[in-house]
């Protein structure tokens, strides 16, 4: 009997010893903060983290204020901490509590630069210090996100020891900005980082070699710049090691030149041996870039990455490697040289004599570089390996991981200088500033009018069409590195090209104020004049508005007599509204397909902004499913509804001339006609897709809380899979007639998509459906659609069916709906079509079939389906 306790002591002993080491490892998750600035409530983000109120951390900010993004600006990121932020118009403080004061701490700061009411976020400047050390500076959120492509920016920096039991963020605006902002804030203890020996020091100049051959991390605090899985996917927070909660990105937009290396993956099973886990996590070490497999091309050029940085601090450049090749087996076999900034690094770098012969074992090591402040615009850090070239067996190089921090090598600030926009963007801006200085070719009576226009304009001008300046630059960089061999990834197509800088009408196409209109876009719709505008509306009476959107409200109208119509007016305040003005014209004049609302035609006039559509009687999905519940439609009809909105966006994704990414799918951007046809609407925030061998767009974020990929989120890489997510909302939605968002619910269901995942894998899906259908459907038709919506929820697109294969399967799950017995007689009839020559006849009827059904052919009467249903022959991965 003692001896049994004796062992159950031990087990205990052993059991908490591993708790505690785990707990380590992670750090204390009492001293884990993550606060959502301005929010009442808190919430749980897709990376699992849970925020709460940051009130209660707040003592000083009685002028604070608590905002949310204007609706009609939709391109703020739709997870917590982001749809809420406590605006400053004085200096304020947090008060964070630090319960180990002898531990480091990362914090990270989250800012959304969307446009929030009453607020010009462009002219935000910001201080924030902690503790005694200044991290941000004169610090422009609009400007780095505009000159980064960026929807929100993450500031992440690493404190040495506070040796208080609290830690105090200041945030104030800088100097004369009127307010300062902040969306979350992150602190949560970390464990020593940096426990090895000092860094080598890489091109420091002479004299300070002499004085400091070393330059210690541990009294240093930094700021991380960059945190890169090469050869490798990204690695979300939730997959990071040790409870940081880091993001790992792709190496793949900093590497220099067209030669790109090779990536690749391991097939070993790696062990960190005596590296801490927390160091990064095993995914890093398990892919890598390497050279090639080629020695003597590998001898020709260095595989380099280029990252921008700020002039006149010292970084630290930490470098992850894991040798898993399959050819390298002993010393000596693959030595190559690191370079920084032209200096050598590390010279004969052999990893596996680094790990005394051992293959697949985690090996990282620290450089410390300066960037000279010189003014001479040397603001890049330049990381390149080479093969040694001394008689080793392979000629070859890899990396797997880096990161780059900035120091405060003694100084009490890391703050550096804003981004400066290129030139290309500063043209663009001119371009449009002298538009909106031309003088209008009106009569006088309404020159006064256009001169109040321009007034307006210059203040809120650079918003509206910076988004597009941005796409423009990224375009235009990518093109100028795919030709010279600089640093690039994938390149995307313009909309319709449709930048002029005249402003009057000509062959060109048609200037209307702020924007023009190309001459195949003007042709192919009517243009109203305002006046008669008014009249359709009886002077936008309030009683005839029918629905309230990002860009406006809509009214009902009459033109002609009695052609009921749709008018959509731009609300002057939006920001977004120029751009998506221009981009449903160009988009819709193009388009004709029953199921894609038609636009009729546009009127801009006198600073008014308006869009004419087919009137759509019976208005959106959402009012039919929980909003009014004007009418409770039948399980048949959502699944024809759903089958039609699917058909619209199949169309756009294969049957159009472009790939086009309709990026604002959802239940109210799904009209239903007088016959309840299904019509996919809105196109203002729509992207042609790129060629489809480079696979996506890169673009700032932009969609509706709710519906938002959450991949296009994080790598803000737009894709038509992009589309399939919102639809996997959507789907849901019609089952459960509930909103994509409900703050209302407890944390878990506030997320439709999440809720309706869980209780999907969980098999109690009909538990959460909507009461009206219950015991209603096909029990096989459920399992079918419940499956379809499931697939377009996975969490990366690549997972995730294209639309076609959603509307194949929509269509099979209302057969099984109308006739399971027939549908199963049929499946087994054709199951072996490719093995018996005897049902070819009967293959091209089902494909003839569907081509009729699918309805791609234009309205017009164009017909190009042959690529488009190329995949029903094959009907492999549905």
């Known amino acids: 009997m003692l001896t049994k306790i004796v062992r159950i002591l031990l087990l205990f002993v052993c059991i908490s010893s591993i708790s505690r080491s785990l707990h380590a490892a992670k750090g204390d998750d009492q001293n884990t903060l993550f606060l959502a600035c301005g929010s009442e409530n808190g919430g749980t983000d897709e990376d699992e983290r849970k925020w709460e109120p940051d009130a209660k951390y707040l003592i000083s900010g009685d ?74 500076s004169n610090f422009s959120a609009f400007i780095t996100a505009q000159a980064f492509s960026q929807s929100y920016i993450i500031k992440e920096y690493i404190l040495t ?62 700021e991380l710049l960059y945190r890169v899985n090469v050869g490798g996917q990204y690695i979300p927070p939730k997959n990071d090691s040790g409870g940081l909660m880091r993001s790992w990105y792709e190496d793949t937009p900093y590497v220099d030149g067209a030669a790109l290396g090779v990536t690749m993956s391991s097939n070993m099973t790696i062990r960190y041996d005596d590296l801490p886990t927390y160091i990064a996590p095993l995914a890093v070490y398990e892919s890598c870039r390497a050279m090639g497999y080629d020695s003597n091309l590998n001898l020709q050029y260095n595989l380099t990455w280029v990252f921008n940085v700020d002039p006149g601090f010292s970084y630290l450049v930490r470098f992850h490697w894991c040798d898993f090749t399959i050819d390298a087996t002993r010393v000596n076999s693959l030595v190559f040289n690191v370079y920084i900034n032209g200096q050598i690094a590390e010279r004969d770098m052999d990893l596996i004599a680094f790990k005394n012969g051992k293959k697949a074992i985690p090996l990282e090591k620290d ?88 007034i307006t304009g210059a203040a809120g001008g650079v918003a509206a069409f910076g988004v597009a300046a941005v796409l423009l630059i990224v375009a235009y960089k990518r093109k100028k590195r795919a030709a010279q061999g600089a640093e690039g990834t994938m390149s995307w197509l313009p909309i319709y090209g449709n930048s002029h800088s005249s402003s009057s009408k000509s062959a060109s196409g048609r200037s209307c104020g702020s924007t023009t209109i190309s001459s195949d876009a003007a042709s192919n719709c009517r243009y109203f004049s305002l006046a008669e505008i008014k009249q ?51 988009m819709l004049s193009k388009l004709r397909h029953r199921h894609l609302v038609s636009l009729i035609g546009f009127c801009e006039e006198n600073n008014e902004m308006v869009l004419v559509y087919d009137h759509m009687a019976h208005g959106t999905l959402r009012e039919h499913l929980y909003k009014g519940n004007k009418t409770i439609l039948s399980w048949k009809q959502r699944l024809e509804i759903c089958i039609g909105a699917a058909r619209g966006l199949h169309y756009l994704h294969t049957g159009a001339k472009y790939t086009i990414i309709h990026r604002d799918v959802k239940s109210t951007n799904i009209l239903l006609n007088d016959k309840w046809v299904a019509k996919v609407s809105d196109f203002g925030l ?48 019609v089952l459960c007639a509930r909103p994509a968002l409900n703050p209302n619910l407890s944390k878990e269901q506030v997320s439709l998509a999440d809720w309706a995942l869980a209780c999907q894998r969980k098999g109690n899906l009909e538990d959460i459906i909507d009461p009206q259908l219950k015991g209603k459907i096909n029990p096989e038709c459920l399992k079918k659609f419940a499956q379809t919506a499931e697939k377009c929820l996975a969490d990366n697109g690549i997972d995730r069916p294209s639309m076609g294969d959603v509307l194949w399967n929509l269509e099979y799950a209302l057969q099984l709906e109308e006739n399971p017995d027939g549908v199963a007689s049929n499946c087994d009839a054709t199951k072996n079509v490719d093995q018996e020559k005897a049902q070819v006849v009967d293959q091209h009827s089902l494909i003839a079939m569907h081509r009729n059904t699918l309805s791609l052919e234009s309205d017009t009467g164009d017909n190009n389906t042959d690529d488009v249903f190329s995949q029903i022959v094959n009907q492999t991965g549905r």
């Open 367 to 454: 450089y410390v570089t300066h960037i000279i402040d010189d003014k001479s615009g040397k603001d890049k850090l330049w990381i390149a390996v080479h093969p040694s070239g001394t008689g080793t067996e392979f000629a070859n190089a890899l990396v797997n991981g880096i990161e780059i921090f900035k120091m405060n090598a003694g100084n009490t600030s890391l703050a550096g200088r804003n981004p400066a926009i290129s030139d290309l963007m500063k043209k663009q801006q001119e371009v449009e500033q002298s538009k909106k200085e031309a003088p209008r070719p009106f009569a006088d009576e309404e020159k006064s009018h256009s001169t109040s226009a321009i």
């Open 63 to 136: 002028k604070s204020i608590i905002s949310r993004p204007e609706s009609q600006g939709p391109s703020s990121p739709s997870v917590v901490p982001y749809i809420n932020a406590r605006i400053f118009q004085s200096e304020s403080s947090y008060n964070l509590p630090v319960k180990n004061q002898t531990t480091y701490i990362l914090l990270r700061l989250h800012f959304n630069p969307s446009p929030y009411p009453n607020f010009n976020i462009s002219n935000s400047y910001i201080t924030v210090s902690a503790g005694k050390f200044t991290l941000l």
């Open 161 to 222: 020891p506070v040796n208080s039991p609290t830690l105090e963020i200041k945030i104030k605006p800088f100097g004369n900005s009127p307010f300062a902002f902040i969306n979350g804030i992150e602190m949560i203890t970390s464990p020593d980082l940096f426990f090895g020996p000092d860094p080598t020091l890489v091109g420091f100049d002479v004299e300070f070699a002499t004085a400091q051959q070393t330059i210690s991390v541990k009294d240093n605090i930094m």
């Open 536 to 586: 359709a509306t009886k002077n936008f009476d309030e009683s005839y508005v029918i629905g309230v959107g990002g860009f406006g409200k809509v009214y009902k109208g009459v033109i002609d007599g009695d052609t009921k119509v749709a008018i959509k007016r731009s609300n002057p305040s939006s920001q977004q509204g120029v751009n998506e003005f221009q981009t449903e014209i160009e």
């Open 686 to 733: 729509s992207k042609t897709g790129p060629n489809m061998n480079q696979g996506h767009v890169t673009t700032v974020v932009k969609g509706s809380f709710g519906y938002l990929d959450p991949e296009y989120f994080r790598r803000q890489q737009l894709t038509e899979k992009s589309d399939v997510y919102s639809f996997g909302v959507v789907l849901f939605e």
